[in-house]
């Protein structure tokens, strides 16, 4: 479902429901996060090496997007590969990147998460594709313009100065500056993002891999709300 003008997905979301959208390429699901889950209705839905991770957060808070993200996750993977929950383990790697197996086996599947406020996204690459998600609520920052040339490639930076005064395209291209950090598996903030510039030349932007192949950047926004978000999936020549 993705709207034909502004390259923006439009999710609606209920409180109890999730809403799943595919491309060719990749499937999304968003949900809100419910915060006040009990512990011990958490960790039934982990499992082993899944409640480690989930002690090692340190906050209630932490603790929730956590179990919220793994739940999400693997209703997206049983809905789309197969299996049951119990078959699926979300794991993070060192650097934060999940990692999804399936009966204590790596699988090819490619999962990516964010958390904003009360909402959790995950995108789910079936092909063993990397990709990236992020998501985020619009919002006045002081330094916004200034924090988003930290992550700018030099080809960017005149982009950037005719879209300061628009917020929305302020957190797109935030949102998509993050999903890219993702999907190359690096962290947020990290040096090789100003070494990747993204293309703004057609309404839906992309990213120039060294093979020449153009990876787009798809943007979507929770309906009824002020959060945005971005994703992209790696691309073959």
């Not at 929730?64 to 197969?82: H, I, M, S």
């Not at 790596?106 to 998460?113: F, G, M, Q, W």
């Not at 594709?129 to 988003?148: A, C, F, Y």
């Amino acid at each position: 479902m993705m709207a034909p003008c502004d390259c923006s997905a439009h999710i609606s979301i209920s409180e109890a429901n999730t809403y799943l959208f595919d491309d060719p390429t990749v499937y999304l699901a968003v949900a809100r996060i419910q915060k006040d889950r009990a512990p011990e209705e958490m960790l039934s839905d982990l499992g082993t090496y899944e409640v480690s991770q989930w002690r090692q957060r340190v906050s209630a808070k932490a603790q929730a997007n956590y179990w919220a993200a793994r739940r999400l996750g693997k209703q997206l993977l049983v809905e789309q590969v197969g299996g049951v929950w119990q078959d699926w383990q979300i794991l993070n790697s060192p650097n934060g990147v999940p990692q999804v197996y399936r009966l204590s086996e790596r699988s090819t599947e490619c999962l990516s998460i964010a958390h904003s406020g009360e909402w959790v996204v995950c995108a789910l690459s079936t092909d063993g594709l990397p990709i990236g998600v992020d998501i985020e609520r619009m919002k006045s920052r002081t330094h916004l313009p200034e924090m988003m040339r930290v992550l700018a490639h030099p080809s960017e930076l005149f982009w950037l100065e005719q879209h300061t005064a628009s917020l929305d395209m302020m957190y797109r291209y935030w949102t998509a500056k993050e999903a890219l950090a993702k999907w190359e598996g690096c962290a947020v903030g990290s040096s090789r993002l100003r070494e990747i510039g993204l293309d703004f030349s057609e309404p839906a932007w992309s990213v120039t891999k060294s093979n020449g192949a153009k990876c787009p950047v798809q943007h979507f926004m929770i309906e009824h709300t002020d959060y945005v978000g971005a994703w992209i999936v790696g691309c073959c020549a």
